[in-house]
């Protein structure tokens, strides 16, 4: 069924016209194509859904936080901040990283110190997985629900 | 002053306390849970910072996500709104112990005035009215006569250990007495096996009439005259107003200035409120004291033209009051009516969803304080207050007229509200009257 | 299944008539074909498109009017009223009405007398057909653009 | 008094007149063009009667179609708003022979008034200070120096026939007269073929000072302080305030009792307007009367707690003034900012369309009038005016903030506004000091 020239020339009178929505059915046969409104781009359903984006982090102007993770995130596991302070990537300062890009992890790894009210708390990682991303600096502040590490399965 | 103030709460406080610090040219910090990710005090603040999850106890409730969220922002300063951790005297004592500014009063005034018997201890020693009551149990019945008659009828008979009514008896004179103090013990000894009664003076259909007060570190303490609250359903307010339409120049006189001397005996700093009931011949009797900004202070903000958030926030960085007694010139009647996602229809059940349509009302006279908006959704999570509406005119029945001009014009749906309800209060003719006192909703509106 | 030429022109038809939604379907076959469009403008569904709506009457409690046309009348060639005014169906009271059910009308007929600041204004229909339904009471208040008469071509 | 009002306008002024009726309990017919039909006021009326195509000659200015449909509801009075037929003396006198009130001054007041040469007459009649001049064409240059002398300079020549700047000259002092008199002789006679010049005083740098009038048709005549609406941008005011920061308490007592005399002479009933250039000595000189009601007549309402509109209707029905000159109080500082539909970044280009997000501001000392709500649509057919912002702070410095804060909070989407002009005069340092004449916006700000 699914011929992909028709449907990117759809698609593209879709674009050129601003159409938002186009369902065809044919007994069990069906496409539905929908564009979430003028000018943007098309999103095409099916096959295959992407996940929702994790909470992205509100306006964080006091923490210089690199950017958030983008939607090519989307297909990692997060690891988020269970707390609001300060993020430590390290045990120590000078000694090496609890964990870096690469580091393959099990549920009982810390992965880093979050500081809050004087107090450390190591954060453990709860999860199996390898370090593909690390996207809180040392010492930043984080929120809560903030991701501080994006895994891919091992 | 404060150079950056974390605001410990949500929703139409947490704008308030917002706008105030815009205007004072202070830095904001929001904190928020999920479900307020997308509320206006969150887009507007200069910082916001997630704290957790929805229920309050993993967020709004969290004393140590909220000194944590100071410090990562670099906060000098919380206020705390009302409710959550507003009157919560350990959070104040952590705030100190962190270097960060409790906007409220001491730990320790909010201790003292938090319990009910110290509150009395010093409403008495301040010389302000408390209600008459027995001190303690009584624990010969050869004393009752006496000190009933001390008291004054009518006398409420109130189990010691008692609680939902039960052990309880109002007695209209002398010759019920010796009965229901029988019948009151034996009750008590059946529901809480301790048959101890005390007597206290029965005010019957009082108003709640309730004094602004502002203090100074410096010793000044003013008020800024009085509230009703009488109109009530289940102890929630529904209607503020001021001037108080039940009491005459005097009464207002004197209930202000106890209020005062109260706050002054209590070295009490900041703003705060002082409670009182008010009995149908005008006697007043002192119940408690909120240690904190009341839901209703707009009231008194429109009445005085003083804005007390902002003072608040200076009396709290101790600075001197702004506004002197005799400065303080309330002109007009003002009328506030708290608006709740509720259906009265089903009991007031809460009506949580996506508000489609807001149109909030304007013009002469009217200010709302909302976090509402078209296309926000009102979470199951927190109290259901969506708008307050106040509004300010020269007499109390252009009040009325102008409330219900505001009520009618506010749009909101799909959800339901108790703007209906309150139409129905505002048409009947005994609040049009000003006769109203604290049981009137529910006998004359339920 | 995709007849992409069939498609193409009903877009073209769709963006040149500002239509926002089409949906056709034929046994098991479907078709729907959605574009954002203003808030205002015209939904239609195939297969017939049908011709704006006249202005409905706003609040009228004051002049209880019948009820507003609905859709079922859509199809008929309204005669809308050119001014405020009350309405008069016949010259004189007592005399026969200028038009009633059934009658074939041509441009230059009265259709009616609307009164307006004393000054009785013949209303003539100005297009040819016979006259279906009247909308509208004697003597009854008439706003700007509200139908009088509906015909259908003769 | 009237028992329902045919409201002759649309947009924010029609909603602010329907929100007075309603306070007096009165009805409401709203009459609209087609592009209106969805608007607030047609929605909240109790009567809404359709009157023409969009464009105002088809229906706010058609006095024939709104007289019917006053007919046909039973209206019987008009309250015109302001522009369209607001100053329209035939109107006046179509509704007096309707037998419809007009909610206004009579017809004649209206011509008297509306006409330059005898308001000049009337205020000086009042003993009103005009702009001196000379009081008709210099017939010979042998009159000139005296006549010069005697208005005092600076002076403007200004030809008789002129317009759009030609022929016009601004003399400092005696030494530049003859010399500037034969250059404007000479443009005057190029450009209108007619040499005929006159003299005025000329006013550098004016402020813009209005009175605000109430009067009776019992004879009393009241004012309620003044207005400042010196930001303007080509005549049109942009920003208006009171109490004016350019006056002294001397100089607002002359110029209130000024207006007050002005009205009294006409022999005025209802509101107007008197209108003031005032120059940087203090001196100041009656320009024109307006004999409506103001878009800026919220900046009087919030300063003196009287809702205007209410009592235009009563004096217009014949009651006597609610209000006495005694008991006018005006307190604190008001602003008020007028939100357009413009692109300030274009030339002030209006910008017509769908309204999308629209999130008025609110809390303590903030009034919004405006029509506009989200999923409405500005049409291009009337004027850009979305939305009045007016604060109220005890000072004026208070109120700039507030007005920054309001201004801040507002989310109007994506339609350009003024917002962010307004913003760059609140902060402008000229502004904030009260050093704003009629021309510092075009010289400082554009």
Known sequence: MVDLESIKQLIDMMVSNDVMEVTMKKGDEEISLKRPGPAVAPVIHAPHPAPAPGPAPVLTSLTEAPSPPVSDDSHLIKITSPMVGKFYASPSPGAAAFVKVGSEIHPDTVVCIIEAMKVFNEIKAEVHGVVEKIYVGNEQAVEYGQPLLGLRRP | ?446
Chains 1, 3 share one sequence.
């Open chain 2, 1 to 446: 002053m404060f150079k950056r103030i974390l605001i410990a709460n949500r929703g139409e406080i947490a704008l308030r306390v917002l706008r105030a610090c815009r205007e004072m040219n202070i830095e904001t910090v929001a904190v928020f849970s999920e479900a307020d990710r997308d509320s206006v005090p969150v887009e507007l603040a200069d910082h916001a910072i997630c704290i957790g999850g929805n229920a309050p106890r993993e967020s709004y409730l969290r004393p140590d996500r909220i000194i944590a969220a100071a410090e990562v922002s670099g906060a000098d300063a919380i206020h705390p709104g009302y409710g959550f951790l507003a009157e919560n005297a350990q959070f104040a004592d952590m705030c100190r112990e962190c270097n960060i500014a409790f906007i409220g009063p001491s730990a320790e005034a909010m201790r003292m005035l938090g319990d009910k018997a110290t509150a009395r201890e010093i409403a008495k020693k301040a010389k302000v009215p408390v209600v008459p009551g027995s001190e303690g149990i009584i624990e010969s019945d050869e004393d009752l006569a006496p000190t009933a008659e001390k008291i004054g009828y009518p006398i409420m008979i109130k189990a010691s250990a008692g609680g939902g009514g039960r052990g309880m008896r109002i007695v209209r004179d002398r010759t019920e007495l010796h009965g229901m103090v029988k019948q009151a013990r034996q009750e008590a000894k059946a529901a809480f096996n301790n048959d101890a009664i005390y007597l206290e003076r029965f005010i019957d259909q009082p108003r709640h009439v309730e004094v602004q007060v502002l203090a100074d570190s410096q010793g000044h303490v003013i008020h800024l005259f009085e509230r009703d609250c009488s109109s009530q359903r289940r102890h929630q307010k529904l209607i503020e107003e001021s001037p108080s339409p039940a009491i005459d120049a005097r009464t207002r006189k004197y209930l202000c200035e106890s209020a005062v001397r109260l706050a002054k005996t209590a070295k009490y700093v900041t703003a705060c409120t002082v409670e009182f009931l008010v009995d149908s011949k005008l006697r007043y009797y002192f119940i408690e004291v909120n240690t904190r900004i009341q839901v209703e202070h707009p009231v008194t903000e429109m009445l005085t033209d003083a804005d007390l958030i902002r003072e608040q926030i200076r009396l709290a960085a101790g600075e001197p009051l702004s506004i002197a007694q005799k400065t303080v010139m309330p002109h007009g009647h003002v009328i506030e009516c708290r608006v709740n996602a509720e259906d009265p229809s089903y009991g007031f059940r809460p009506c949580a969803g996506l508000i489609e349509r807001f149109r909030p009302p304007g013009g002469p006279g009217v200010r709302v304080d909302t976090h509402a908006y078209q296309g926000c959704r009102i979470s199951p999570y927190y109290d259901s207050l969506i708008a307050k509406v106040i509004v300010h005119q020269p007499t109390r029945l252009d009040a009325i007229r102008a409330m219900q001009r505001a009520l009618r014009e506010f749009v909101i749906e799909p959800i339901k509200t108790t703007i209906p309800f309150h139409l129905r209060i505002l048409e009947h003719e005994r609040f049009v009257e000003g006769q109203v006192d604290t049981g009137f909703i529910e006998r004359s509106l339920l």
